[in-house]
């Protein structure tokens, strides 16, 4: 998410001092229970709920499209936005809908007679104003979601480096070793260049067994590969290539080999620059 607008959402003023925290949390409530009481056009009044018929055509005298629309706009900012400055959820763009409103009644509806009929909603618009300002402060529920969203964007940005640390992160244990991507497994004698391709759209965690001509033992290899990921090899002719199932890596632990088994390549010179799938050959 944007940073300026996961700002707007969820921030506020965190970094002051407790005491300021606590006079914008007493702002933020004491401003939002007033707009849920003193402006509340929202419980039922002769059995009809939300905005009544005066302040419908009130609406449509101050010249508004749609007047049932935005009578209803208003009465529902002024109610429940007054519950989320108290809860101080989404504190900001609650505070600007009701810098709007009470905007449109001081200098619309009372033609911004500040001094007399106008005060109240000229009042709460300075507040509201002050609200968008500062934001929610630190005691808020904005302030937790966006420790919990920090949180959350921390642990996706800790697994893909380590999916990505897969791919450079060398290391040797019983014979294991992680390659990085361009790296290529050698010895003297003639070679061929190849590429193995994951086409899935998801990681896939391989175990590559490989037996070299004129090389006793085995290279074990367990390597990820990411999605659509291409990882050049570079081995002898007549190198075996196995994707070790679980029971061919015990084997192979137990210092046995399993080189008589059929394996997923086997490495000739017509492979040379070729791209192969790790289920078959594209």
Known sequence: ???????????????????????FLLLRFFVGLALCTVFEKFFPKNGIWGPQEWFIQDTANMGFPFPTFFAWFAVLSE??????LMLGLLTRPTALLNVFVTFTATFIYHNGD????????????IMCLCILLFGSGKF?????????????????????????SFNYATGQSNGF????QK???????SKVQFYLKNNSILPKKVTFIIYQPQQEGNNTLVKWFLPFQKVKFELPVKSKIYMASDSQVNTVMQGKRIDNDKPFLSVDRKMNSATLKLNNRE
């Open 1 to 23: 998410m944007n940073n300026k607008i996961k700002a707007f959402l969820f921030g506020g003023s965190q970094q002051n001092s407790s005491s300021q925290n606590i006079g």
């Open 79 to 84: 109610f429940f936005g007054g519950i989320l």
């Open 114 to 125: 500040i001094g007399n009929s106008g005060l109240t909603s000229f009042f709460f618009m």
């Open 140 to 164: 808020s529920l904005d302030y937790l979601l966006n420790r919990k969203l920090i949180k959350r964007m921390a642990k996706i940005s800790t697994i893909v480096l380590l999916l990505l």
């Open 177 to 180: 070793a992680m390659p990085y």
């Open 183 to 189: 790296e290529a497994i050698t010895i003297d004698i």
